[in-house]
T-cell receptor, first 118, second 107 residues
Framework: DAGVIQSPRHEVTEMGQEVTLRCKPISGHDYLFWYRQTMMRGLELLIYFNNNVPIDDSGMPEDRFSAKMPNASFSTLKIQPSEPRDSAVYFC????????????????FGPGTRLTVL | GDSVTQMEGPVTLSEEAFLTINCTYTATGYPSLFWYVQYPGEGLQLLLKATKADDKGSNKGFEATYRKETTSFHLEKGSVQVSDSAVYFCASQKVTFGTGTKLQVIP
Protein backbone atom coordinates (compact mmCIF):
# COMPACT_ATOMS: atom_id res chain seq x y z
CA ASP A 1 0.00 0.00 0.00
CA ALA A 2 1.43 3.38 -1.02
CA GLY A 3 -0.06 5.24 1.90
CA VAL A 4 -1.50 8.74 1.69
CA ILE A 5 0.21 10.73 -1.03
CA GLN A 6 0.56 14.49 -0.90
CA SER A 7 1.99 16.89 -3.43
CA PRO A 8 3.94 19.01 -3.59
CA ARG A 9 6.14 18.24 -0.57
CA HIS A 10 7.41 21.80 -0.47
CA GLU A 11 5.89 24.97 -1.87
CA VAL A 12 7.32 28.47 -1.77
CA THR A 13 5.17 31.23 -3.13
CA GLU A 14 4.67 34.95 -2.89
CA MET A 15 1.89 36.68 -1.06
CA GLY A 16 -1.22 37.01 -3.19
CA GLN A 17 -0.58 33.93 -5.28
CA GLU A 18 -2.93 30.97 -5.48
CA VAL A 19 -1.73 27.75 -3.88
CA THR A 20 -3.17 24.29 -4.51
CA LEU A 21 -2.27 21.32 -2.34
CA ARG A 22 -3.15 17.82 -3.45
CA CYS A 23 -3.91 14.57 -1.67
CA LYS A 24 -4.53 10.99 -2.70
CA PRO A 25 -6.01 8.95 0.14
CA ILE A 26 -5.49 5.25 0.74
CA SER A 27 -7.68 3.19 -1.55
CA GLY A 28 -10.85 2.04 0.20
CA HIS A 29 -10.80 4.76 2.83
CA ASP A 30 -14.00 6.79 2.99
CA TYR A 31 -12.88 9.63 5.28
CA LEU A 32 -10.41 12.33 4.30
CA PHE A 33 -9.05 15.06 6.58
CA TRP A 34 -7.03 18.23 6.04
CA TYR A 35 -4.92 19.59 8.92
CA ARG A 36 -2.59 22.52 9.38
CA GLN A 37 0.34 22.44 11.78
CA THR A 38 2.32 25.39 13.09
CA MET A 39 4.50 25.97 16.12
CA MET A 40 2.13 28.60 17.46
CA ARG A 41 -1.20 26.86 16.96
CA GLY A 42 -0.23 23.19 16.90
CA LEU A 43 -2.29 20.74 14.85
CA GLU A 44 -5.59 22.17 13.59
CA LEU A 45 -8.33 20.29 11.77
CA LEU A 46 -9.44 22.36 8.78
CA ILE A 47 -12.08 20.17 7.13
CA TYR A 48 -13.05 16.56 6.68
CA PHE A 49 -15.03 14.60 4.10
CA ASN A 50 -16.98 11.38 4.26
CA ASN A 51 -17.69 9.64 0.95
CA ASN A 52 -16.49 12.79 -0.85
CA VAL A 53 -18.99 15.04 0.98
CA PRO A 54 -17.70 17.77 3.32
CA ILE A 55 -18.93 17.00 6.82
CA ASP A 56 -17.30 19.68 8.97
CA ASP A 57 -15.51 22.74 7.59
CA SER A 58 -15.68 24.80 10.76
CA GLY A 59 -11.90 24.80 11.01
CA MET A 60 -11.36 26.50 7.66
CA PRO A 61 -9.86 29.84 8.70
CA GLU A 62 -11.58 32.09 6.19
CA ASP A 63 -12.99 32.37 2.71
CA ARG A 64 -9.53 32.33 1.18
CA PHE A 65 -9.42 28.59 1.93
CA SER A 66 -11.44 26.05 -0.01
CA ALA A 67 -11.33 22.27 -0.29
CA LYS A 68 -12.81 19.86 -2.78
CA MET A 69 -13.04 16.13 -3.18
CA PRO A 70 -14.27 15.39 -6.71
CA ASN A 71 -13.84 11.64 -6.30
CA ALA A 72 -12.78 9.02 -3.79
CA SER A 73 -9.14 9.14 -4.79
CA PHE A 74 -8.36 12.84 -4.92
CA SER A 75 -8.76 16.00 -2.88
CA THR A 76 -7.43 19.55 -3.12
CA LEU A 77 -6.96 22.35 -0.63
CA LYS A 78 -6.73 25.77 -2.25
CA ILE A 79 -5.64 29.08 -0.78
CA GLN A 80 -6.42 32.17 -2.80
CA PRO A 81 -4.92 34.65 -2.22
CA SER A 82 -2.17 33.33 0.01
CA GLU A 83 -0.73 35.33 2.90
CA PRO A 84 2.47 34.93 4.96
CA ARG A 85 0.42 33.77 7.96
CA ASP A 86 -0.66 30.74 5.94
CA SER A 87 2.88 29.38 6.15
CA ALA A 88 2.61 25.98 7.80
CA VAL A 89 2.79 22.26 7.19
CA TYR A 90 -0.46 20.96 5.74
CA PHE A 91 -1.32 17.31 6.33
CA CYS A 92 -3.85 15.13 4.62
CA UNK A 93 -5.09 11.99 6.38
CA UNK A 94 -7.55 9.25 5.54
CA UNK A 95 -9.41 6.58 7.46
CA UNK A 96 -11.99 3.87 7.05
CA UNK A 97 -15.42 3.66 8.66
CA UNK A 98 -15.21 1.56 11.77
CA UNK A 99 -18.70 0.22 11.43
CA UNK A 100 -19.64 1.51 14.87
CA UNK A 101 -21.86 4.46 15.76
CA UNK A 102 -18.97 6.90 16.03
CA UNK A 103 -17.76 6.48 12.49
CA UNK A 104 -14.19 6.44 11.44
CA UNK A 105 -11.21 4.52 12.73
CA UNK A 106 -7.56 5.49 13.14
CA UNK A 107 -6.19 7.99 10.65
CA UNK A 108 -3.29 7.49 8.27
CA PHE A 109 -1.35 10.66 7.62
CA GLY A 110 0.54 11.75 4.56
CA PRO A 111 4.04 13.24 4.78
CA GLY A 112 2.72 16.79 4.60
CA THR A 113 3.26 19.81 2.38
CA ARG A 114 5.47 22.53 3.82
CA LEU A 115 4.10 25.85 2.56
CA THR A 116 6.08 29.06 2.78
CA VAL A 117 4.41 32.29 1.72
CA LEU A 118 6.84 35.17 1.32
CA GLY B 1 -18.33 18.88 23.01
CA ASP B 2 -15.64 16.23 23.08
CA SER B 3 -12.14 17.26 24.05
CA VAL B 4 -8.74 15.82 24.84
CA THR B 5 -6.23 17.39 27.23
CA GLN B 6 -2.65 16.27 27.45
CA MET B 7 0.26 17.41 29.54
CA GLU B 8 2.38 20.27 28.36
CA GLY B 9 5.87 19.64 27.13
CA PRO B 10 8.62 19.49 26.44
CA VAL B 11 9.58 16.47 28.49
CA THR B 12 13.28 15.69 28.76
CA LEU B 13 14.39 12.30 30.05
CA SER B 14 17.60 10.36 30.25
CA GLU B 15 17.84 7.10 28.34
CA GLU B 16 16.24 4.15 30.18
CA ALA B 17 14.07 6.44 32.32
CA PHE B 18 10.35 5.77 32.86
CA LEU B 19 7.95 7.81 30.76
CA THR B 20 4.42 8.97 31.53
CA ILE B 21 2.51 11.42 29.36
CA ASN B 22 -0.89 12.25 30.80
CA CYS B 23 -4.04 12.45 28.71
CA THR B 24 -7.60 13.01 29.87
CA TYR B 25 -10.73 13.20 27.77
CA THR B 26 -14.30 14.37 27.88
CA ALA B 27 -16.69 12.64 25.55
CA THR B 28 -20.25 11.73 24.82
CA GLY B 29 -20.31 7.98 24.77
CA TYR B 30 -17.14 5.93 24.68
CA PRO B 31 -15.10 6.75 21.61
CA SER B 32 -11.95 4.87 20.71
CA LEU B 33 -8.80 6.59 21.97
CA PHE B 34 -5.46 6.80 20.22
CA TRP B 35 -1.87 7.80 20.73
CA TYR B 36 -0.06 9.05 17.65
CA VAL B 37 3.64 9.79 17.30
CA GLN B 38 5.28 12.34 15.01
CA TYR B 39 8.98 12.03 14.28
CA PRO B 40 10.82 15.13 13.01
CA GLY B 41 9.89 16.01 9.45
CA GLU B 42 7.19 13.36 9.19
CA GLY B 43 3.43 13.02 9.46
CA LEU B 44 1.68 11.53 12.46
CA GLN B 45 1.47 7.76 12.71
CA LEU B 46 -0.60 5.59 14.96
CA LEU B 47 1.30 4.31 17.99
CA LEU B 48 -1.48 2.44 19.80
CA LYS B 49 -5.21 2.50 20.38
CA ALA B 50 -7.95 1.25 22.70
CA THR B 51 -11.52 0.81 21.56
CA LYS B 52 -13.39 0.42 24.86
CA ALA B 53 -13.12 0.95 28.59
CA ASP B 54 -10.41 -1.10 30.35
CA ASP B 55 -8.75 -1.92 27.03
CA LYS B 56 -4.98 -1.65 27.03
CA GLY B 57 -3.24 -0.62 23.85
CA SER B 58 0.42 -1.45 23.43
CA ASN B 59 3.13 -1.15 20.80
CA LYS B 60 6.94 -0.81 20.75
CA GLY B 61 7.08 -0.96 24.56
CA PHE B 62 4.49 1.80 24.98
CA GLU B 63 1.22 1.15 26.80
CA ALA B 64 -1.96 3.05 27.59
CA THR B 65 -5.11 1.90 29.38
CA TYR B 66 -8.56 3.33 28.66
CA ARG B 67 -9.85 4.20 32.12
CA LYS B 68 -13.49 5.21 32.23
CA GLU B 69 -13.54 6.06 35.95
CA THR B 70 -10.77 8.64 35.63
CA THR B 71 -11.46 9.51 31.96
CA SER B 72 -7.79 9.01 31.26
CA PHE B 73 -5.55 7.38 28.66
CA HIS B 74 -2.02 7.98 29.93
CA LEU B 75 0.92 6.86 27.81
CA GLU B 76 3.70 4.93 29.57
CA LYS B 77 6.97 3.28 28.70
CA GLY B 78 9.27 1.57 31.14
CA SER B 79 12.58 2.45 29.54
CA VAL B 80 12.85 5.14 26.88
CA GLN B 81 15.46 5.25 24.14
CA VAL B 82 16.96 8.15 22.24
CA SER B 83 14.99 6.96 19.20
CA ASP B 84 11.73 7.66 21.08
CA SER B 85 12.38 11.40 20.82
CA ALA B 86 9.30 12.74 19.03
CA VAL B 87 6.02 14.56 19.56
CA TYR B 88 3.19 12.45 21.00
CA PHE B 89 -0.48 13.22 20.43
CA CYS B 90 -3.45 11.84 22.33
CA ALA B 91 -6.62 11.69 20.24
CA SER B 92 -10.25 10.72 20.34
CA GLN B 93 -12.12 8.91 17.58
CA LYS B 94 -14.25 12.04 17.25
CA VAL B 95 -11.46 13.81 15.35
CA THR B 96 -10.15 15.51 18.47
CA PHE B 97 -6.41 15.77 19.02
CA GLY B 98 -4.48 16.97 22.04
CA THR B 99 -1.90 19.71 21.68
CA GLY B 100 1.00 17.29 21.51
CA THR B 101 3.83 16.62 23.97
CA LYS B 102 7.39 16.84 22.78
CA LEU B 103 9.67 14.19 24.25
CA GLN B 104 13.42 14.50 24.15
CA VAL B 105 15.53 11.57 25.35
CA ILE B 106 19.18 12.28 26.04
CA PRO B 107 21.92 9.63 26.14
Amino acid sequence: DAGVIQSPRHEVTEMGQEVTLRCKPISGHDYLFWYRQTMMRGLELLIYFNNNVPIDDSGMPEDRFSAKMPNASFSTLKIQPSEPRDSAVYFCASSRTSGGPLGHNEQFFGPGTRLTVL
Amino acid sequence: GDSVTQMEGPVTLSEEAFLTINCTYTATGYPSLFWYVQYPGEGLQLLLKATKADDKGSNKGFEATYRKETTSFHLEKGSVQVSDSAVYFCASQKVTFGTGTKLQVIP
